[in-house]
């Protein structure tokens, strides 16, 4: 099979890694880290408009990262175990995650769990929550298959389709007896491009639908579950059969089967619109942080009032005492002149010589 004018090249296996100083950085690595981060400031965007303390989701994603991050490796590892568990192996590299080999879906459940304890503790209804970060979530997961591209990884089946995709005849994942040249479905791009419409879907669904309540949760486990599980039926890589099926596509269906009942369970119970994240005697308000300050404000209005009240009730008290001293003054000038024998000679005089006057006229 000769390689197709328009096929996909895959960029050098030496790029999926560079080193800066003793540092080595895995390109993948880093395009996981930028996804999430991307999530991390929707999501947070999203549950603030609804009511959430601002950046509350910090500490929802540090538990829900670390049992992610766990879950992944432990799903992979169960669903590849003769990669782990053979004669000579060494049983640390189960825990080696810098060596590859992590699994979206077990990532989804260890983080699951992990959000789910912390919402509890912050007194946030998990489900609301997960609403919030579906469409961020989505996008993480379609930015995170580049790092699928730069490793030469989870491609599918050869083809003759103008967007194959070209992979390395050293590849270690390449079947024997392929000849050089073959093309594979590019199966990273098409979850990549399945995730982006996912994204634009539940935006549209919210907007006419308003989905709350775990309703928006839902579509998102429906519409990855349901792409999922074509595209795991075309990956080359194995897995462990579960009832006849490949193990990622049977998580892929158990998903697609929890958001119908999701969905369906949120509809009947919850017939009114949902008017916040936190559960029944949780709030929190803009005023919340400033708590101490109005406090404060308040004692400081508290005792301005008390202090005008006592100023208030000593002005009478003040009058009372001034009429009192000008009535002791007037006393006092009185009972000086009484007592005074010279002001009563002085009177007797005036009176001796206005008679001396009159009787000297007659």
């Known amino acids: 099979m000769t390689l197709a004018p328009a096929s996909i090249p895959s960029p050098p296996i030496e790029w999926s890694s560079f080193t800066v100083g003793p540092f080595t950085f895995h390109v993948y690595a880093l395009i996981i880290v930028v996804g999430m981060i991307v999530a991390m400031f929707w999501t947070n965007r999203r549950m603030v408009a609804r009511g959430a303390e601002p950046w509350v989701l910090i500490d929802i994603a540090i538990p829900a990262v670390i049992l992610g991050l766990l879950g992944a490796r432990l799903y992979h590892v169960a669903t590849h175990p003769a990669d782990y568990f053979y004669e000579g192996a060494e049983w640390w590299r189960v ?40 469409p961020g979530l989505l996008l993480a997961q379609a930015i995170g298959r580049l790092g699928n591209w730069f490793n030469q990884e989870l491609f599918g089946w050869p083809t003759d389709l103008p967007w194959g995709l070209e992979v390395l005849s050293t590849n270690s994942a390449i079947p024997e007896g392929l000849p050089a040249g073959t093309l594979f479905h590019p199966t990273f791009l098409y979850e990549l491009l399945w995730n982006l419409i996912g994204v634009a879907v539940i935006l549209l669904l919210e907007r006419v639908f308003r989905l709350r309540w775990g309703k928006a949760l839902a579509v998102y486990l429906i519409w990855y579950g349901l792409g999922r599980m074509v595209i795991e039926s075309i990956r080359l890589d194995y897995s462990e059969v579960i009832f006849g099926m490949r193990s990622n596509v049977f998580g892929a269906l158990l998903m697609v089967i929890l958001g119908v009942v999701v969905f369906a369970v949120q509809t009947r119970k919850h017939k009114d619109p949902e008017t916040s994240v936190y559960v029944d005697g949780h709030i929190w308000t803009e005023e919340e942080p400033d708590v101490a300050s109005k406090e404060a404000a308040a004692d400081e209005a508290s005792n301005a009032a008390e202090s005008d009240s006592e100023k208030d009730a000593a002005e009478p008290d003040s009058e009372e005492s001034e009429a009192d001293e000008s009535d002791a003054e007037k006393a006092d000038t009185d009972d000086s002149d009484a007592d005074d024998p010279d002001v009563e000679d002085s009177d007797a005089e005036d009176s001796d010589a206005e008679e001396s006057s009159a009787q000297s006229k007659n």
Not at 96 to 124: S, T
């Open 95 to 134: 825990f080696a995650i810098w060596e590859g080999g992590n699994a979206i879906i077990g990532a989804l459940i260890g983080g699951a769990i992990g959000a789910y304890i912390a919402c509890r503790i912050k007194g946030i209804r998990f489900l609301s929550f997960a609403d919030a970060l579906v």
